[in-house]
């Protein structure tokens, strides 16, 4: 694939290509034509237009994390390929290297095409519906003395962040949640799936009351049952497995505020994964424009 895609012009036709279909769109007033005006310099096209309806000038970087970017799109398509092939993801430190630009620029690249992995469509879950809630962070006991925290076995959030989530049908839906109670879990279920579906869940007492609305198994864990009638949530389990070996494996560490976007990171790779790499690479340049700058995302907020 990069082969063809080997310089600046190639990778500017096909994001054109995939965004565009060949009749660029301004952004400005939305006017979708072939006749906006070319406009060179020194006789040379690089991808500078001219609104033929509202005049202003765009390119089809504007309104996509490419825009104000001094990055070549060679390298913004090399790191998207990377991150999204690889089943764990990659780090800054081994981007900056392979892209040879600063750590700092390879962590806000891989930011803003994570901020890209979130789910554009909201799905509604039917059918049979997995639900699991998990909690991600270090070990208590590996901390220091000074900064450990006492009574926080079982599920308290003192020292880690909890994560539910809900999985049907091969795709997987996740949020960061802040507490795993009853009122909590139940809301998000009953905004994702539709009444009258299937839930299973283990025996937490937070999905109690679920029948009223839903088909309710209990898988109950902690009497060594792991099936009832065919149903389970090995597949749920399974991908918060995923989620952790990577964070554990590559991230090593995340903070709670950025936590949301390394499970929408996983979710994204998880919910394509039946895709080629070329295919996940083009959806991710055609879902690159929801774009995250830098005050947002080191902002406290």
């Known amino acids: 694939m990069f082969d063809v895609l080997s310089n600046e012009e190639e990778c500017r ?10 009749e660029p769109i301004c952004p400005h007033c939305g006017s979708q034509r072939k006749e906006h005006y070319k ?8 991808g500078l237009y001219k609104c033929k309806d509202c005049r202003n000038r765009f390119t089809v970087r504007i ?18 390929y990377l991150f999204s092939s690889h089943k764990k993801g990659i780090s800054s430190i081994q981007l900056h290297k392979d892209l040879d630009v600063t750590q700092k620029t390879a962590w806000f690249m891989l930011s803003r095409i994570r901020y890209c992995f979130s789910s554009k469509i ?6 049979i519906i997995q639900v699991d809630e998990t909690f991600v962070g270090g070990l208590n006991l590996n901390k220091n003395k000074s900064k450990r925290v006492a009574k926080s076995q079982g599920r308290s959030v003192k020292t880690k962040t909890p994560v539910f989530g809900m999985l049907s049908d091969g795709l997987v839906y996740t949020e960061v949640v802040p507490n795993t109670k009853g009122a909590t879990l139940k809301e998000i279920i009953r905004a994702k799936a539709k009444e009258g579906s299937t839930i299973v869940s283990d025996g937490w ?7 009223k609305d ?18 389970h949530t090995n597949g749920i389990e399974g991908f918060w497995s995923q989620l952790k070996r990577g964070i554990i494996g590559v991230y090593h560490v995340t903070s709670p505020k950025h936590l949301h976007r390394y499970c929408d990171e996983f979710a994204y790779r998880y919910n394509t994964r039946h895709m080629s790499d070329g295919e996940r690479f083009n959806l991710s340049l055609v879902n690159s424009d929801d774009r995250l700058t830098y005050k947002e995302l080191i902002s406290n907020q």
């Not at 406009?39 to 690089?46: I, T």
């Not at 909201?122 to 059918?127: P, Q, R």
């Not at 839903?214 to 149903?231: A, L, W």
């Open 13 to 22: 036709k096909h994001l054109e290509k995939l965004r565009w279909n060949d």
């Open 39 to 46: 406009l060179k310099n020194k006789g040379v096209f690089n």
């Open 63 to 80: 309104g996509t994390i490419f825009e104000s970017s001094h990055i070549p799109l060679r390298k913004w398509f090399l790191a998207i």
């Open 122 to 127: 909201d799905f509604e879950f039917d059918g």
């Open 205 to 211: 007492l937070g999905y109690r009351g679920l029948s």
């Open 214 to 231: 839903y088909m309710h198994y209990i898988i109950e864990h902690n009497k060594g049952i792991f099936k009832k009638d065919g149903y």
